[in-house]
């Protein structure tokens, strides 16, 4: 097939959005597809959850050792370990973290080296906490807040990333601030139900979160996939599935334009179905219609074996388009395309008894752009009334005009 030439679509595409349609209107509440569209949908944002990762873990970290201000400020007598173990320690492990993230294409990997790394970064100064004498120790461990938004709403953690990772959290603040002993129980069990309450409306917003970029995709995918069946309705012919005569166009303009470059012999078939109009008078135009598909996509199908395009050219007459053709190649295509619509046996009694459906060809093969499409055209098709007039049921080849 031509290279420049798209595909035709999959038809796996159809089912896929009807799996879209479906899981839109379901609300997919769980936050998780069907197995094959969650294995699509992480393959295809895996690349961009590492570049946003990425950036946001770089400021992250600047802001992170910025606090060594708090530190100074609330946590005087401990600063010289705070300050070593947030430049020496955390700082080059989160980097680590951010190198991981950036070469890894695992989505489960991507998400749990995040997580890991902000729960590690809450860890280390409410550790240091505890050893210290400072009377600021309460309002120093409010900075665990600052973290925990930053795991939900700025990394925007999947929900049961960001779960484990404030669960963690929580319990890291619950028992240093225990341990630190700085207040007396009330004020412990109302600086955790704070936390609690933290924790849950902060996870309320990643469920929200990751429910809009979920959504967000679905929305995207389903555009893709209706722009791609919008393409292919706009270059098809509806009745006999072959492209049709405006993509036609478009194909020998690109193709022309190409050979400027680097020229290339084209070949042209043109196959007219014999006698179709007594065929449509006496039988109907339904069973016309009938016949004119069968013949299609049996001459569809034998062309794509050589690497050729066809293309209805309209009323029962089709276009065959070979690239980088030999005279006798294209030649060779063309009886193919004869013996295959034989093959059928499609009856066609009004011509006699034993009578069968035929087509004739016209056959012209020409260098690319020494000799124009229109001039290649209607080479074939004076060829193919050569045909027609000497019984048709035949082919008939233009003289070859090739480099």
């Known amino acids: 097939m031509l290279s420049f030439v798209p595909d ?12 879209v349609d479906r899981t839109i209107a379901s609300g997919f509440r769980g936050l998780r597809f069907s197995a094959e569209l969650e294995r699509r949908y992480e393959t295809e944002t895996v690349e961009q959850r590492r570049h946003f990762l990425t950036s946001v873990g770089l400021g992250g970290s600047l802001i992170y050792n910025l606090f060594m201000v708090s530190d100074w400020l609330s946590l005087n007598d401990m600063f010289a370990y705070v300050a070593l173990g947030r430049v020496c320690l955390i700082t080059p492990l989160f980097i680590f973290l951010l190198i991981l993230i950036r070469r890894t294409t695992s989505r489960h990997v991507i998400e749990t080296a995040a997580a890991t790394g902000t729960v590690l970064c809450s860890v280390l100064p409410l550790v240091v906490m505890v050893y210290s004498e400072s009377p600021f120790r309460l309002h120093y461990q409010l900075g665990m807040l600052m973290i925990m938004v930053y795991c939900t709403v700025i990394q925007q953690l999947p929900v049961r990333y960001a779960a484990v990772s404030m669960v963690s959290m929580f319990t890291v603040q619950l028992v240093t601030t225990y341990i630190a ?4 129980p009330q004020i412990w069990q109302a600086n955790a139900l704070l936390f609690g309450s933290t924790v849950a409306l902060l996870l ?34 509806s009745l006999t599935q072959l492209f049709n005569r405006r993509f036609q166009g478009e194909v020998l303009i690109s193709l022309w334009g190409r050979a400027r470059e680097v020229p290339m012999n084209v ?3 043109l196959l007219d179905i014999d006698h179709f109009k007594s065929y449509n008078d006496n039988y109907g135009h339904l069973q016309g219609d009938t ?3 069968l013949l299609s996509g049996v001459i569809q199908r034998a062309a794509q074996k050589a690497d050729a395009l066809t293309f209805r050219f309209g009323g029962e007459e089709i276009l065959v388009l070979m690239t980088h053709a030999h005279p006798s190649q294209a030649r060779a295509l063309a009886e193919n395309l004869r013996a295959a619509v034989s093959a059928l046996n499609v009856p066609h009694p ?8 035929t087509i004739s060809l016209g056959v012209a093969v020409a260098s690319a752009p020494h000799t124009s499409a229109e001039a290649l055209i209607a080479m074939a ?3 193919l009334y050569t ?14 005009e090739v480099a």
């Open 8 to 19: 035709r679509p999959d038809p796996k595409d159809a089912q896929l959005l009807a799996e």
């Open 181 to 184: 002993d700085f207040a007396g």
């Open 204 to 237: 309320m917003a990643s469920w929200f979160l990751e429910h809009g970029s979920r959504l967000s995709y679905l929305f995207a995918l389903r555009g893709r996939l209706l722009q791609t069946q919008l393409m292919e309705l706009a270059r098809i012919d």
């Open 267 to 269: 070949a042209v078939i």
């Open 291 to 293: 016949c004119l598909r």
């Open 350 to 357: 009004v011509l006699g008894d034993g009578a069968k459906v």
């Open 381 to 383: 098709d004076k060829a």
């Open 387 to 400: 045909a027609k007039g000497e019984g048709r049921d035949c082919l008939r080849c233009a003289p070859a």
